[in-house]
């Protein structure tokens, strides 16, 4: 069983009704195979994300390759991939620490985390922080190719912020508001603090 994001060419979170719309008339590919179409499935178990201090619940759809059979769990963008805890959560403490310059120990009580669960957000990041700039830069110059250039910030980290807000800003001028995790989640494919052998989806 693979799993899959659902999201926009603007990164923003469709809308259920949209997902089972696209997903019947043979809208989402198989990333297992390459050729075939995904139909409905179903759904996943029932998952719970934090949001702070509150849980929230939601129970992704689940589809099946009708050429080779592979079964999908197509993602909401509201969490990356394998972390327990919403992406605004996640993307808002990475801001305070990298570019508020808040404490560890007070970004991880306000978002409601141990202190090493948000060492570790804040590891995975600076290791992918070079990839994740080069990708936001290149989604921000495809949404707006008159874009000029992204001036670097000083960090590695907050560079990819930086770069995640410009690309944020393009897919807003071309689609209207849209939240920046959101649309982190989307372009990211999810893979924002995972593995560094997951590789980041290109701009498209």
Do not use: Q
Not at 109 to 121: N, S
Not at 187 to 193: I, K, M, T, V, Y
């Amino acid at each position: 069983m693979l799993a899959r994001r659902c999201s926009r060419a603007d990164g923003r979170p469709p809308d259920p009704v949209d997902v089972e719309a696209t997903m019947a008339a043979g809208g989402y590919g198989c990333v297992a195979c390459g050729e075939g179409r995904l139909r409905p499935w179903g759904f996943a178990r029932l998952r719970r994300l934090r949001e702070c201090r509150r849980v929230v619940e939601l129970r992704p759809r689940r589809s099946r390759c009708e050429s080779c059979l592979v079964t999908h769990v197509l993602l909401p963008t509201l969490a990356l991939l394998r972390r327990r805890d919403l992406a605004e959560v996640i993307g808002s403490a990475l801001h305070a620490r990298f570019v508020d310059g808040k404490s560890r120990r007070r970004v991880a009580a306000e978002a409601g985390v141990e202190l090493d669960t948000f060492r570790r957000w804040c590891s995975r990041f600076v290791a992918r922080a070079e990839e994740i700039r080069v990708a936001f830069t290149g989604w921000a110059h495809a949404l707006d190719p008159a874009l000029g250039p992204i001036v670097p910030r000083g960090s590695p980290a907050v560079d990819a912020l930086e770069a995640i807000g410009v690309a944020t800003a393009a897919a807003a001028r071309r689609f209207g508001p849209v939240s920046p995790w959101a649309f982190a989640v989307g372009a990211s494919g999810g893979l924002l603090l995972a593995n560094t052998n997951c590789r980041l989806p290109p701009p498209g």
